[in-house]
């Protein structure tokens, strides 16, 4: 039996959930933004007090790894690496665009109008500002087709796959997509965010096949550079 605890705080949510051998057990989310430093020790608390566990009894921490919000995603690595250090237990990392294209694959599975029409990929999107996004593309099985990258798009972008056959657009930065794109293979799905609840079956193939990340070195997936702008003069 192992318990693992996900966190997730790549986007403006902030969520955390007890599994154990990947079946969910309790989950809490938080849809305020910039409350994943003060709330996230908060939720953890709730999901342990809910499942009538103590911190001694988790196996492992998942983390949901980037790319996405950096504030965030230090929060929750920084809150992962704590925890682990403290318990002395190994720490998993998902790639937060593969969570997403798995969630929207497990909602659409059993959509015979959907996934029986044709070739069939998936591409997260989340907002990097103005024209950029944050994305991979992967197939119905989840085989990467396109690895994750930064792109700026605009209405040619996936153009080859697109001519190829459907594709399904999700997350926050889908829908810059949505306003340039005219191809009728374009497919978009609405509010769709990464969750910590679904992190549970991933996580745990991970840990059965002992792949873990190094306390010391592990750092998020930031992808690109942290940009500080100077201020404007007054």
Request: charged fraction near 20%; hydrophobic fraction near 45%.
């Amino acid at each position: 039996m192992a318990i693992l605890l996900s966190i997730e705080t790549a986007t403006h949510a902030c969520s955390a959930a007890l599994h154990e051998d990947g079946k969910l057990l309790a989950t809490a989310e938080l849809h305020t933004e910039q409350k994943a430093g003060s709330q996230l020790a908060v939720l953890i608390d709730r999901l342990l007090e809910m499942c009538q566990l103590t911190p001694n009894q988790i196996n492992a921490i998942a983390i949901s790894s980037g790319p996405g919000s950096y504030t965030g995603l230090r929060i929750g690595v920084a809150t992962a690496k704590g925890l682990c250090f403290s318990l002395n237990i190994p720490l998993i990392s998902i790639n937060t665009l593969e969570l997403m294209a798995y969630q929207v694959r497990s909602l659409i599975i059993n959509n015979s109008e959907i996934a029986g029409n044709g070739k069939i990929l998936l591409c997260p999107m989340l907002d990097a500002r103005r024209m950029e996004v944050y994305t991979l593309l992967t197939d119905f099985e989840l085989n990467v087709i396109r690895r994750t990258e930064a792109m700026v798009l605009d209405e040619h972008s996936f153009e080859q796959e697109l001519n190829a056959g459907i594709i399904i657009f999700f997350g926050n930065g889908a829908n810059k997509f949505r306003e340039v794109v005219k191809h009728p293979n374009a497919h978009f799905m609405n509010e769709i965010i990464p969750l910590a609840s679904i992190m549970g079956k991933l996580a745990f193939d991970k840990w059965n096949s002992n792949q873990t990340e190094d306390l010391i070195t592990f750092e998020p997936f930031y992808l690109k550079d942290f940009m500080i702008k100077k201020p404007k003069p007054v």
